[in-house]
């Protein structure tokens, strides 16, 4: 076996201060207009979406940032890249485009989406906001879908661009009582699970959506240009006090996301991967729309071939580490520690769909040794997830607070 380097990241830090103004970094470099947040935290950077993100933040320990977000409240700068189409033909791209109707979203809400190429592969995924009739975001994860709507724009009445549009997520089950706290006027009227809403911050507009990557309840916030940004943030982060903010980094997103069974565009999925292997075949609709790769998917082996997998004793290092009687079975694509399970937990790909949920794998680990591993069912546990709906109040007790 060895051990894959496909999925490692380089990252940046950034130079300590020295005097200069502390939102340097945010002026100079293709960073988050909040940065400056976590420059004295002694942040590292990793590209995503082209733009700095921080992979890294010393506000806590891993395990302090995943018990924030299931206990209490988070404040993340993300890399996520909202491009806008709009105009009278963008439902009709779109709907070219994505596998799932676009048609079906009204205005005010949000759509999970994902493009596919001629043969089926995936591409990237996002959510899809629509804004108004005829204009719409989708912030989309880590890859090109700006080239990919450019391709199929031929002949059509729409604009695509980068609107220069930022965004934050607050997650946490205190998410939603600090939003009340921040919003210059009330609360959106319906606000549900993935709707979205333009609303004033510190007397700023911005778009508010029920949304984020923890599968927590939470909101995100989409900073616009020509407004100002920080005052933005200083108001959560302000207001947030009085609920124990945390700003966080990369680990907070990493074992919960995992848990609940969120995929990570270019690590859990790719260009060789279905919907139907990644376990998204639901979010493929053969309707009347003739969609980019509806061909391939149609004539596609249906079988879901992703996993969740439990690890005793360790975290999964990642590639073909799996082994049943010594034979590889399958690829680990993303892994971490849960400290609410007490294991390590991983999603993973296997080579045949028969290998899933129940079985046992041998599995290689991060500090070499290898451990047991069960695949499992994702979401790992809230399976009908209510918690991000405002259904189920689920809050674990921290060990950590309690010391």
Partial sequence: ???????????????????????????????????????????????????????????????????????NVIFRHTGELPIEISGSDSEALLNKVFTRSVSKVKPGRCSYQFACYHDGGMITDGVLLRLSQDRFWMAQADGDLFSWYKAHAEGLDVKIHDPNVWVSQIQGPRSLDLLAAVLDGPMPDPFRYFDCAEVSIAGQTCWISRSGFTNELGWEVYM?????????????MEAGAA?????????????????????????????????????????????DRDFVGRKALEAADKSCRTWGMRVTGGVAQLGRVMTIDGEEVGRVCSSGYSPYQGCGVCIVRMDVPAQGS?????????????????????????????????????????????E
């Fill in 224 to 236: 616009l240009p020509d407004t100002d940004i920080p005052a933005i943030g200083d108001k959560i």
């Fill in 243 to 287: 609920f124990g903010i945390l700003l966080t980094g990369t680990p907070v997103f990493r074992a919960r996301r995992i848990e609940a069974g969120l995929l990570n565009a270019g690590s859990d999925f790719g260009a060789e991967t279905t919907p139907f292997e990644a376990g998204l075949g639901g979010f493929v609709e053969f309707d």
């Fill in 358 to 402: 129940g079985t046992k794998v041998e599995v290689l680990c991060a500090d070499g040794s290898t451990q047991s591993g069960e695949l499992c069912t994702l979401p790992m546990y809230d399976a009908d997830r209510l918690i991000p709906r405002g259904k189920l109040v689920d809050v674990p007790t921290n060990p950590i607070a309690a």
């Fill in 1 to 71: 076996m060895t051990t894959d380097l496909s999925h490692f990241r380089f990252v940046a830090k950034a130079l300590p201060n020295q005097g200069a103004r502390p939102r340097e970094l945010a002026r100079t470099m293709p960073a988050h207009p909040l940065s400056y947040m976590e420059l004295p935290y002694d942040p590292e950077y990793t590209l995503y979406n082209l733009r700095l993100t921080p992979e890294k933040l010393d506000t806590a320990t891993d395990d302090e940032m995943y018990w924030a977000v299931r206990t």
